[in-house]
């Protein structure tokens, strides 16, 4: 029997597809998580893609501007993990989780912007989340991005409520 994925959102009318680790942009996005995250605690980078180009790239950033605190967040010490808060819930707790500004997803719509890169119908891919929030879904949708892609079994790899 098929167990379909309970995202904490999920659009009307709207999919998250799955790709290997091996696909071409999905490494793109990973390395981008790799080099630009400045959240270890959960690090994510985006790549748009048009056609077979990478257009925008984005990784989340970590609203601390205080460096002692900045580096107890790297070590995983977060008040929204401290309270159990489940994932895509009370962002406001922890800077450090920071809200949509800060994520891969807008960073990316935000880098496309810059480079004036038309993102009517990209495909965005993302590496290291499980699933996008609502706010970025809103911003997805609004830029023109068609369809969202994820890690196969990114739900299982990085669900903390798992």
């Keep these: 029997m098929n167990n379909p994925i309970k995202?904490?959102?999920?659009?009307?009318?709207?999919?998250?597809?799955?790709?290997?680790a091996d696909n071409v942009f999905m490494k793109e996005a990973e390395k981008i998580r790799n080099e630009l995250s400045t959240d270890y605690l959960v690090s994510t980078g985006s790549v748009i893609v048009v056609g077979d180009k990478v257009v925008a790239r984005g990784a989340?950033?970590?609203?601390?501007?205080?460096?002692?605190?900045?580096?107890?967040h790297r070590k995983g010490i977060c008040v929204r993990k401290i309270l159990n808060v489940k994932t895509g819930q009370k962002y406001w707790?922890?800077?450090?989780c920071g809200d949509h500004?800060?994520?891969?997803?807008?960073?990316?719509?935000?880098?496309?912007?810059?480079?004036?890169?038309?993102i009517e119908g990209a495909d965005l891919y993302l590496y290291g989340h499980w699933w996008c929030c609502q706010p970025c879904w809103d911003k997805m949708i609004k830029a023109g991005i068609k369809n969202i892609y994820l890690l196969e079994g990114?739900?299982?790899?990085?669900?903390?409520?798992?």
């Design 7 to 20: 995202y904490p959102y999920l659009p009307l009318g709207r999919e998250i597809k799955y790709v290997p």
């Design 60 to 72: 989340n950033q970590a609203n601390i501007k205080n460096k002692k605190i900045r580096e107890i």
């Design 93 to 96: 707790l922890c800077p450090g």
């Design 101 to 118: 500004r800060n994520h891969s997803e807008t960073q990316a719509i935000e880098d496309a912007k810059k480079n004036g890169a038309n």
């Design 154 to 162: 990114s739900e299982n790899k990085f669900n903390d409520d798992v």
